[in-house]
């Protein structure tokens, strides 16, 4: 098993880096940014893994409120994606997420995420495999064609009830009458302060209970049978892409060094250099929706 102790990762921000092994390629080889090189490898794996993050959804039009630059009121994700903040305030962790809903069922894939689905779909008849292990939670990758997402943070259009647990999907716009037209994103707009029987609420026969995001928060614990999956495919693939991850929010930002710790090739694609770099074989620089295209377009020795 390769994610030991995995029930201790919880999702979190560090800046610190893992001590993952360097593979033996990087023993014996220097990074490469070799379009062509990357492609000679493509065309021979079997089961190809491909994690990617907000960058991807950022070339949508889609913001992580992570930055400093890109706040929702006065407060980034990691302030309001808690669950000390949803059971303190969840007028507000509600009005954010629906103001995340909202842009998100307004935005469409970029050419990452089609060249990605088409990918899949392609490979597929040839006997080979795609995954997609996501960080993203807007619901791109299955709008653009591909079937075999694992969404790792949960995702803004599905809700679990804090009662009963039950999840949904749910792409209600709005979600409930009283968060219509709230959730402006600008530093002085107040809070709504929505009594949380009118915030949204479970549909279940005698609940009623208090539905939230199902979404991982902050210091929660990610799906333990999505977990599952995500180490199986790690101990499988013989090729990874990381695409458009910062590399600085676990347990995702270590899936790729762990996976080069194997000896396989994994390649980075992003605009900048990430803390995990260095782990890396293959480093395209660049916006994902013109290096992706490339990469993973129709190799020559592919005959379907
Ligand atoms: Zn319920």
Redo the contacts with the bound molecule.
């Keep these: 098993m390769l994610l030991h102790n995995r029930a201790v990762f919880a999702l979190g921000l560090r800046m610190c880096s893992t001590h993952v092994k360097r593979g033996p390629s990087m023993d014996t080889k220097r990074q490469s940014s070799d379009m062509s090189d990357f492609r000679e490898i493509f065309s021979k794996a079997k089961h190809i893994a491909i994690i990617t993050g907000a960058g991807v959804s950022a070339e949508s039009g889609i913001p992580t409120f992570r930055g400093e630059h890109e706040k929702w009121r006065k407060w980034q994700s990691q302030d309001l994606a808690t669950p000390e903040a949803f059971s303190r305030t969840p007028s507000r962790v509600w009005e954010f997420y629906h103001y995340r809903r909202e842009l998100a069922l307004n935005k469409k894939p970029n050419a990452a995420h089609l060249a990605i689905a088409e990918c899949e779909a392609r490979l597929r008849k040839q006997g080979r495999s795609v995954v997609i292990i996501t960080q993203c939670i807007d619901d791109l990758h299955r709008q653009a064609g591909s079937k075999h997402v694992l969404k790792i943070h949960g995702s803004l259009m599905e809700t679990r009830?804090?009662?009963?647990?039950?999840v949904t999907v749910n792409k209600r716009s709005p979600i409930c009458a009283a968060l219509k037209d709230k959730g402006a994103p600008g530093p002085d707009v107040a809070d709504a302060q929505i009594p949380v029987d009118k915030l949204p609420r479970?549909?279940?026969i005698d609940?009623?209970?208090l539905?939230r995001p199902n979404v991982v928060f902050f210091g929660e614990t990610l799906d333990s049978h999505i977990l599952t999956k995500v180490e199986k495919e790690m101990e499988t693939c013989d090729l990874c892409l990381v695409v458009g991850t910062s590399a600085i929010v676990y347990p995702a930002a270590m899936f790729g060094p762990q996976i080069a710790s194997r000896g396989v090739p994994v390649a980075e694609f992003n605009t900048n250099t990430t803390p995990k770099s260095e782990y890396f074989t293959h480093r395209f620089q660049g916006p994902c929706g013109t290096t992706l295209p490339l990469a993973l377009a129709r190799h020559e020795s592919e005959i379907i």
């Design positions: 009830c804090v009662s009963c647990g039950d479970c549909d279940e609940c009623h209970g539905l």
